[in-house]
């Protein structure tokens, strides 16, 4: 998958199989988060971060910024 501007491609994968606000999406994106590289979840946030940079008024909103602090938290985690 390419990296478009305004996409975030965080938003792939096992937790598209639930949907977004759900306990289950939650719980589904960060067991993912505990088998991505560190590497993996910097990008994840940048490109995050940028789609909501691109497109602030984007229905997906809270679903990149928790995508952020999930990719956050963990990799608080492995640092402590």
Do not use: V
């Amino acid at each position: 998958t390419t990296n478009q501007p305004g996409r975030c491609i965080a938003a792939q994968g096992e937790r598209e199989m639930s949907l977004y606000g759900t306990g289950q999406w939650h719980s589904n994106y960060k067991r993912e988060c505990r088998n991505k590289t560190n590497d993996e979840l910097i990008y994840i946030r940048l490109d995050c971060r940028e789609a909501i940079r691109a497109n602030p008024d984007s229905p997906k909103l809270q679903q990149y910024m928790d995508e952020i602090n999930y990719c956050s938290e963990e990799l608080f985690k492995r640092e402590n």
